[in-house]
């Protein structure tokens, strides 16, 4: 480089400073700019042989970086220092230690947490990937700045690939849009969540980024005429009531339009909200709510209000924090176009997310409860760091995008859940002991089944038993993380057990059978029921899906000494990989359907050929019978707007754990409390579930008809044993 242009490189880096600290939304005092000062110099020396694959000096990355920490996200000096330091430690010699000394344990937690994120490996597969991001979800535990700093880092490189190879650009981009973008959204840093889909699209769809970014700027000048239209008509309204107010457009991102139009199979010019009408208005904190029904009041006084489309997130606002009143208004033209009110504050904290909200609220204490909170709320979702990592991030993106109701509790308290949220969930959202004994609920003083999904407005009263627990279908039922992992424990708990117990009675048929217990021979046992692990083997024993029959039949394979001879000539003998893993694994082998789980004929559908473990549904066929789609089928939506009453409810088992039904009719001598002998009877029976239940009597003589689910045909000829013997039983058969 010459010395030119070394001076004017110098030049830029001084302007580019002085910019971050005139821009930070942040008042900073004296400590604080020497604090960034001393940061901005650390990282000017750290960086000083570095360049970026385009050519400008690497300071520039931090600095941008910076800069975004600063004005659009809003945090305070720590996180502006961390930001210029965020790549020192990982790129050049300085260590933490170092780093520490010089800023302080904060900085260095903070330093430290980016680069732990930056030495997980980058891979295209996605279970490697879902960990990493598992592991960075994990930094949360140190500072929530860590993952808000990360994502700054992420626009900034997202903003400048340019200059990179395009399948490094397809990967960078596919990452993006799986973990920052949802990552932002929750964090309510909606202005970069939305850039961060958009340059995703820009790299992983070219063509049709640029074709829906080209029909944006031709329709321009037609959103701006509208706006103008609709302003001219409430305008003398809003002036009247003396109101400090501006009124713009927001456009839709071009990641959300091209998503609609994906999802809904529409063309450009069908997606009609392609653009909403924010007003946003002056007011101090006491009257702001007062002022957005006023304004509220004005627009529905001109035009037509869609009652089911009202959205008060003033009174209740999201549990990012967001608050707005949203509605949509029948405009000019005759066209539906969402209203957004807002006052100042309010769109303050839409823009910068949690940050916006320190500015409000009075003092310190308050501005640590409220970070608490927001921490608490996203470490819920990681508590269960157990489970398998793609289903993780599934859940927790799950939990990210979800859109919430709001309803009471039996004291009047109001609880925030994600649509879709079921009895079960509110039970694990206010203890997980309430939700693991949850026996029914009550929903506005009417008993509910645990699947009724809830609405806003509903009070909710959950009827807990000590002898109640979680049993599979609840997975059907429950929708949050929280909840679905917290029955995921409980299941992996039980299944333990079950598999301990299994293990001594494995022990003691074998022994039966002059067989030795030991690692060689829970080997063959696995390989010999195509099983896993030695869990899975000491669990179906546990349960009986393999019984002395079974057993019998493998020491028979075994004692054919001219068969042995030769797989043992021809072969060493096969090892179980997973032999010692301590998890019971599902071998998903069949398709039951309906709320019976009933086992019908069926054909997978060739549009999205449905893989064992995925989430399907049935569609009946006129002519093909039962063919089954997966849940994010491309033809799914079509489906289920237009033969919703042809969907049939599916899913895939592993029919070596499967419960059963079976149907046991009795005949006896009808005498005073007999039902109730033998529902005690059944109740008793672990592992047994009474699923219906029919009596009918006359002239002494009754004729009952139970449907039980049961795990093994020894658990049920157990029961059928012990039901014989209750006084005035005369027969009890299997149906």
């Known amino acids: 480089m010459t010395e030119a242009a070394v001076v004017k490189e110098n030049k830029e880096i001084a302007r580019q400073y002085k910019e971050l600290l005139r821009i930070s939304y942040r008042t900073l005092s004296k400590e604080d700019k020497k604090l960034i000062r001393l940061a901005f110099d650390t990282s000017v020396e750290a960086h000083k042989d570095q360049r970026r694959k385009s050519g400008e000096a690497y300071i520039f990355h931090p600095i941008a970086v910076a800069k975004i920490v600063a004005s659009e996200i809003g945090l305070d000096a720590t996180s502006i220092a961390a930001a210029l330091l965020h790549d020192v430690v990982e790129d050049t010699t300085y260590s933490i230690l170092e780093i520490e000394k010089m800023f302080g344990k904060t900085v260095a937690l903070i330093v430290d947490g980016l680069t732990k994120i930056s030495h997980l490996h980058q891979d295209k597969d996605v279970s490697l990937q879902a960990e990493n991001f598992r592991k960075m979800l994990l930094t949360l535990n140190d500072d929530v700045r860590v993952i808000i700093i990360k994502i700054a880092d992420r626009l900034h490189n997202m903003q400048t690939m340019d200059a990179m190879k395009p399948d490094k650009q397809v990967k960078i981009a596919s990452e993006t849009l799986y973990i920052y973008a949802p990552l932002a959204h929750r964090i309510g840093l909606y202005s970069i969540k939305t850039e961060l889909e958009d340059l995703s699209l820009k790299y992983t769809e070219p063509d049709v980024y640029n074709d829906i970014l080209q029909k944006i700027r031709e329709s321009k000048q037609e959103q701006d005429a509208y706006i103008e239209d609709f302003t001219k008509v409430i305008k003398d309204s809003l002036d009247q009531e003396q109101l400090d107010y501006t009124i713009k457009g927001r456009p839709k991102s071009i990641y959300s339009i091209w998503r609609k139009i994906k999802t809904q199979n529409i063309t450009f010019d069908e997606v009609f909200d392609k653009f909403a009408v924010r007003i946003i208005y002056k007011g101090d904190i006491a009257n702001e709510k007062f002022l957005a029904w006023k304004i509220y009041s004005i627009v529905t006084d001109h035009f037509r209000p869609n009652p089911i489309r009202l959205r008060d997130w003033i009174s209740s606002p999201k549990s990012t924090g967001y608050e707005a009143l949203h509605i949509t208004v029948m405009g000019p033209k005759g066209r539906w176009v969402e209203v957004q009110i807002r006052s100042e504050r309010m769109n303050e904290i839409a823009e910068k997310g949690y940050a916006a909200h320190y500015k409000y609220k009075q003092g310190a204490e308050q501005e640590e409860k409220t970070m608490e909170e927001w921490l608490n709320r996203l470490q819920e979702a990681l508590e269960n760091s157990e489970a398998n990592a793609v289903d993780f991030v599934e859940q927790f993106k799950l939990n990210l995008y979800a859109k919430e109701i709001f309803v009471f509790t039996p004291q009047g308290d109001l609880k925030s859940l994600p649509k879709g949220a079921t009895p079960l969930d509110f039970a694990f959202s206010i203890h997980t002991a309430v939700g ?288 014989k013997k209750i006084r005035g039983i005369d027969k009890v058969s299997r149906e």
């Open 436 to 723: 693991l004994h949850t026996r029914g609920a009550k929903v506005n003083n009417k008993l509910v089944p645990l699947s009724h999904e809830l609405k806003s407005g509903d009070q909710i009263e959950i009827i807990t038993s000590d002898n109640a627990k979680p049993n599979i279908n609840w997975l059907d039922y429950a929708s949050t993380a929280r909840a679905r992992s917290k029955i995921k424990s409980s299941l992996r708990e039980e299944k333990k057990e079950l598999a301990e117990e299994g293990k001594a009675v494995l022990a003691r048929k074998l022994k039966a059978q002059k067989l030795s217990f030991n690692e060689s021979m829970i080997n063959e046992l696995v390989i010999y029921f195509k099983l896993k692990t030695s869990l899975d083997l000491f669990y179906r024993v546990g349960i009986g899906k393999i019984d002395n029959k079974s057993l019998k039949e493998f020491t028979a394979s075994r004692s054919n000494a001219f068969v042995s001879y030769f797989k043992n000539k021809i072969r060493k003998p096969a090892v179980a990989e997973d032999l010692n893993k301590e998890e019971i694994t599902s071998k998903y082998d069949q398709i039951v359907f309906g709320k019976e789980e009933e086992v019908l004929d069926y054909k997978l559908a060739n549009c999205c050929n449905p893989i064992p473990g995925d989430r399907v549904f049935g569609f009946i066929t006129v002519s093909e019978g039962i063919k089954v789609h997966k849940k994010d089928c491309p033809n799914a939506i079509q489906f289920q707007s237009n033969y919703s009453y042809r969907i049939i409810q599916a899913k895939w088992i592993d029919s070596s754990q499967q419960d059963f039904k079976a149907v046991i009719n009795l005949t006896g001598i009808d005498n005073l409390g007999l039902v109730s002998e033998i529902t005690k009877e059944i109740s008793k029976s672990m592992n047994v579930n009474m699923r219906s239940i029919n009596f009918d009597s006359a002239d002494g003589v009754f004729i009952g008809k139970i449907t039980v689910i049961v795990k093994n045909n020894s658990i049920l000829d157990k029961l059928i044993e012990h039901l």
